[in-house]
């Protein structure tokens, strides 16, 4: 089969989810990597790295910027000229937005969000989780190309080989640009949620601590979102001790305690990280959607009922604003930090 | 300003939902409108009360389709059309793409196209792409804020890395996130006037399409695995000893 896999960078910088997808391209053959972008030699160094045999290079200043149309054209005149059988992409917001793209493109379909996949000869049947989860579907395209975006951290990413290495093709940008890209507004740095091993999480409760005292010009429901935010910080420090993110439950996004981007459930971010820990977050359904796959869970509620625990392997029923201090003290000191 | 907003009725989202016979069912869970589309449904009615203009919302489907529309009419919008058709029965997602950029077309002089980024039953968010790609007009999907000048439009798309900020040319199509604006409540006399509202049904043959192939063949469905968990409760004198007991037991997982 001859499989290409499109390696989502932004600035030269693969998402973790595309090493994924090289190595679900391995298991059905030989990979040639799909790179788009600018200034981007570094990045098929490592691309060969993580087993990609041989690669597409698209190196243009017209693609510094992901424009959907630019780099839709481009993959649309690669897959003519290269002709290809399965067309991968990581279920990233370029990666999905180009597969349901290239889908038009090349007359064929799209099975978007693979957390599992199967091959019965040239045949691929995906496992995609429909519902937020709570029902799987198994589905195949008869068309060809195959198309399959494929779920972050559903799949293993391949280890590096140092110094492996294999042949670049130039190819041409594609044109056809209906946008201008004036610049951008990045996220403060840290580790992001989607690509996370370890997430620690906040809810409703993380305002529950009367022990604090806001400052008095502050009128209740401010009082309310400070006492919140001092709470995140916390969660913040413990999270930044295990190298992991801050994620927070829906109520706690619409309290205003911490932005939207922070949102884990069926509203907000999918996660599958190895631990999540859910602190002063009840779990209601359309959280527990968002962050079921994950390995293992951890709860700290002060409530014994709340559906958390349901899902958790350990359970702590107690008062988050002391444990979590005293938490992030313990493994500081078992990790030797 | 001529706006459209597709959307779709989803089950709600507490719905518990299981495969049974293999179909998916919800029993008496309510359907809604995607929670993702009254997004699409705000952004359109924040626009028209800047720029003036009218909103039409669209939706494919069957009789269930009506709860959508309906709820986007209580919301404000002006108008609602239903594209409904027997041939319609088991289209997939990019089938839908196609019928909803006829459905537009049909419209004619539409100046954007609001989406939500995704329905919450199938979870595809392929949809606002796909329908960009057949209409020829830029993708401004995964929008959290939306500026118009004149005759282009200045949106910030939410990317893994933050935002980007992007500018096109009208017509275009924008799918919403979560942070574009919380919707409205439908007002009283908007859910009297949807309530009474003629919702016009259009053929496939009314928007001059055949029924779109599908391309995806479904194989089964299988309900999630059942996660078997015992929870181990930790316990302790003091919240030192908690957490003591509690980060030996996580780190002896060796998930870190």
């Known amino acids: 089969m001859n499989t290409l896999v499109y390696?989502?960078?932004?600035?030269?910088?693969?998402?973790?989810?595309?090493?994924?997808?090289?190595?679900?391209?391995k298991t059905?053959?030989?990979?040639?990597?799909l790179i788009f972008g600018s200034g981007?030699?570094?990045?098929?160094?490592?691309?060969?790295?993580?087993?990609?045999?041989?690669?597409?290079?698209?190196?243009?200043?017209?693609?510094?910027?992901?424009?959907?149309?630019v780099y839709a054209t481009t993959l649309k005149q690669v897959c003519g000229d290269q002709g290809c059988d399965v067309l991968l992409f990581p279920s990233t917001s370029r990666g999905r937005e180009l597969a349901a793209m290239a889908a038009i493109d090349l007359n064929t379909g799209v099975l978007v969000d693979a957390v599992a996949l199967e091959a019965n000869g040239d045949k691929l049947t995906v496992t995609r989780p429909i519902y937020s989860g709570k029902v799987l579907e198994k589905v195949t395209c008869a068309l060809k190309p195959q198309i399959i975006t494929l779920r972050g951290r559903a799949f293993p990413k391949p280890a590096p080989q140092p110094g492996k290495t294999g042949p670049v093709k130039k190819v041409a940008a594609g044109s056809g640009a209906l946008t201008t890209v004036d610049g951008y507004t990045t996220s403060e740095g840290g580790v992001s949620l989607t690509d996370a091993n370890i997430i620690v999480s906040g809810g409703r409760g993380m305002a529950e601590n009367p022990t604090l005292q806001p400052p008095a010009d502050l009128d209740a429901k401010q009082a309310e979102i400070w006492r919140a935010q001092q709470g995140f910080a916390k969660l913040k420090e413990m999270a930044d001790v295990l190298g992991g993110a801050v994620g927070a439950s829906r109520a706690a996004v619409d309290a205003g305690y911490v932005p939207y981007a922070m949102q884990v459930g069926q509203t907000g971010k999918l996660v599958s990280p190895n631990v999540y820990i859910a602190?002063?977050?009840?779990?209601?359904?359309?959280?527990?959607?968002?962050?079921?796959?994950?390995?293992?869970i951890v709860a700290i509620n002060k409530d014994a009922e709340a559906p958390i625990f349901?899902?958790?392997?350990?359970?702590?029923?107690g008062d988050l604003h002391q444990i979590i201090p005293a938490l992030t003290v313990a493994f500081k000191k078992r990790l030797g930090k | 300003m001529k706006l459209v907003a597709c959307v779709k009725t989803t089950p709600d989202t507490t719905a518990a939902v299981k495969v049974e016979n293999s179909q998916a069912t919800w029993g008496d869970a309510p359907l809604v409108i995607n929670p993702w589309d009254e997004y699409a449904v705000e952004a359109a009615l924040k626009l028209k009360e800047a720029n003036g203009g009218t909103v039409t919302v669209i939706s494919v489907g069957g009789e269930e389709a009506r709860i959508a529309l309906k709820h986007a009419l209580a919301m404000g919008a002006d108008d609602a059309v239903l594209i409904s058709d027997p041939a319609l029965a088991g289209v997939d997602p990019q089938a839908i793409a196609h019928i909803l950029t006829a459905a537009i077309q049909k419209l004619g002089g539409v100046d954007v196209a609001f989406f939500g980024r995704q329905a919450i039953d199938d979870d595809s968010?392929?949809?606002?792409?796909?329908?960009?790609?057949?209409?020829?007009?830029?993708?401004?999907t995964l929008v959290s804020v939306i500026k118009v000048d004149g005759r282009s439009l200045r949106v910030e798309r939410a990317i893994e890395e933050g935002r980007q900020i992007v500018t096109a040319k009208?017509?275009?199509?924008?799918?919403?996130?979560?942070?574009?604006?919380?919707?409205?409540?439908p007002s009283f006399m908007g859910i009297r006037k949807a309530s009474k509202a003629e919702i016009p049904t259009w053929s496939l043959s009314q928007i001059g399409i055949p029924a779109p192939a599908a391309v995806i063949e479904h194989v089964t469905l299988i309900n999630a695995p059942v996660r078997e968990v015992v929870c181990e409760l930790i316990t302790g004198g003091n919240p030192q000893e908690i957490a003591e007991h509690l980060a030996e037991k996580i780190l002896g997982e060796k998930q870190l």
């Open chain 1, 7 to 25: 390696i989502d960078n932004f600035k030269g910088e693969a998402l973790p989810a595309s090493w994924e997808a090289v190595g679900v391209g």
């Open chain 1, 28 to 33: 059905l053959g030989k990979v040639t990597g």
């Open chain 1, 40 to 69: 981007l030699e570094a990045l098929a160094k490592t691309a060969f790295e993580y087993g990609v045999d041989e690669i597409l290079l698209a190196d243009d200043v017209s693609l510094a910027d992901y424009r959907a149309e």
């Open chain 1, 279 to 296: 602190c002063g977050i009840s779990g209601a359904i359309q959280h527990l959607a968002g962050m079921r796959s994950s390995k293992m």
């Open chain 1, 310 to 317: 349901k899902l958790a392997r350990y359970g702590v029923v």
């Open chain 2, 125 to 140: 968010g392929t949809t606002p792409a796909q329908a960009a790609r057949l209409l020829g007009w830029p993708a401004l």
């Open chain 2, 170 to 185: 009208l017509p275009a199509v924008v799918s919403l996130v979560k942070d574009s604006g919380e919707p409205r409540y």
